[in-house]
Each structure stands twice: as structure tokens, then as C-alpha cells.
């Protein structure tokens, strides 16, 4: 089956502008989450959604947000860039189970360049 | 909030020893386990999981331990092999049932297996 799908690839962007990244999980997965990672801090939750609601949140500022829509898929959208805000954004699916957690199965993520 | 705490930082072995990696974690609510293993330029995979029922879980070379009462769990790879090279994440979710659902990431361990 597919796995998750993230797109674009790769984002080259300039600051003070905003970009809108998306996510498509595997093929009945409700539960999408957002990390940011970085080399200095590694994988930084943002956010995570399920049936269309956010059930999650890290500790980010306001101007990262995102939001899911009814087919599970995924967007997530950062405006006024910062330098700071380079980094590879990861999105990843998982199963729900009313028993406990199944593990998280990643995209191959974004990779935003603010210049 | 969850606070995870992986060490070393970096570990270098010669192919066919054995190699360690240790998390600890803060809340003791957390219940689910799961390791990360990220390859240069690709996506983290999941590469074995735990839950709180269990002290001890085993695939192949690779072994998970986990000490409820000492908050801590480890990484236990055996006869690393030069394909075992990768930084290796560790990560806690507290019960699904608590609405806080996401996963804390250690800050990564990179793995290097000298041929």
C-alpha cells in the first residue's frame, strides 16, 4: 500500500512569506502529526490532527497552524518566515486503537529553505 | 509536558559488537516506547516498539528493555553490522486515552559501525 505522502519535496521561500505544505497518510489513517526537525533540536511536535480536528498542539507560535480534512489528508501552513524557520518537516500517520498506540509511519518530509 | 532524554549522543563501534543506546523519560503516565532509526537523507522507520505491560521485546538483533520504576528504557543492537549506521531516536507517548497523544523524541543517537 502507499505510505505517506508529503509534498513539495523541496521549498525554497524568502522571509515574511508564507508557504502551505500538505500531507496524504496511508490509506485509512486518521491520526496525522507534524514535527519539525532540525539539527540543533531535533524532532520538535507542532501538531496533530484527527477526523479534521486538532487534538494536539506543540509549543509553536501562532504563525505555524495547520488543519485535516475529511479524507484524512493534511496541510500545514507557516507565515511571516523566519531564517530560523528552515528545517525538514515531517508528517506522520498512524492507526487508531482504542487499546493503545501503533507506531508512527513517517513521509519523506519537506525541506524548507527560508533565505 | 513529556521530557526525554537520550543517550550518547554519538556512539562509534566496530562492526560485530554489540551497541547501547539509553532514554529516559519523565511522566510517568507515559505507556508506548517506539524507536526511530533515520538514515542519511531518508525518513525516520520504526524499528521496534514496547509497551508499559512489557520489560522486554526482541527482533532479530535488536532488543528493547524498559524499567517502569526507574523511568528508562534501552536500545540493544548485537552484531552491528555497517548497515546498522544511522541516528537512532527514542521516543514516549503517555496513554491514549489521556488526549495528549503525541510523541516525545529523544535528541538522537548517532550510530556509526566501523567495517
Known amino acids: 500500500k502507499a505510505g505517506v505522502t508529503q509534498t513539495p519535496r523541496y521549498l525554497i521561500k524568502t522571509r515574511g512569506q508564507q508557504v502551505t505544505l500538505s500531507c496524504s497518510p496511508i490509506?485509512?489513517?486518521?491520526?496525522v502529526s507534524w514535527y519539525q526537525q532540525t539539527p540543533g533540536q531535533g524532532l520538535q511536535f507542532l501538531f496533530e490532527?484527527?477526523?479534521?480536528?486538532?487534538?494536539n498542539k506543540g509549543n509553536f507560535p501562532g504563525r505555524f497552524s495547520g488543519r485535516q480534512f475529511s479524507n484524512s489528508r493534511s496541510e500545514m501552513n507557516v507565515s511571516t518566515l523566519e531564517l530560523g524557520d528552515s528545517a525538514l518537516y515531517l508528517c506522520?500517520?498512524?492507526?487508531?486503537?482504542?487499546?493503545?498506540?501503533?507506531?508512527?509511519?513517517f513521509g519523506s518530509g519537506t525541506r524548507l529553505t527560508v533565505v | 509536558g513529556e521530557n526525554v532524554e537520550q543517550h550518547p549522543s554519538t556512539l562509534s563501534v566496530q562492526e560485530g559488537d554489540s551497541a547501547v543506546i539509553k532514554c529516559t523519560y519523565s511522566?510517568?503516565?507515559?505507556?508506548?516506547f517506539p524507536w526511530y532509526k533515520q538514515e542519511l537523507g531518508k525518513r525516520p522507520q520504526l524499528i521496534i516498539d514496547i509497551r508499559s505491560n512489557v520489560g522486554e521485546k526482541k527482533d532479530q538483533r535488536i532488543a528493547v528493555t524498559l524499567n517502569k520504576t526507574a523511568k528508562h528504557f534501552s536500545l540493544h543492537i548485537t552484531e552491528t553490522q555497517p548497515e546498522d549506521s544511522a541516528v537512532y531516536f527514542c521516543a514516549a507517548s503517555p496513554p491514549v486515552d489521556t488526549g495528549r497523544r503525541a510523541l516525545t523524541f529523544g535528541s538522537g543517537t548517532r550510530l556509526q559501525v566501523q567495517p
Open positions: 490509506s485509512g489513517h486518521r491520526s
Open positions: 490532527y484527527f477526523s479534521e480536528t486538532q487534538r
Open positions: 511522566d510517568s503516565a507515559s505507556n508506548y
Open positions: 506522520a500517520s498512524s492507526l487508531e486503537s482504542p487499546g493503545g498506540h501503533y507506531g508512527y509511519t
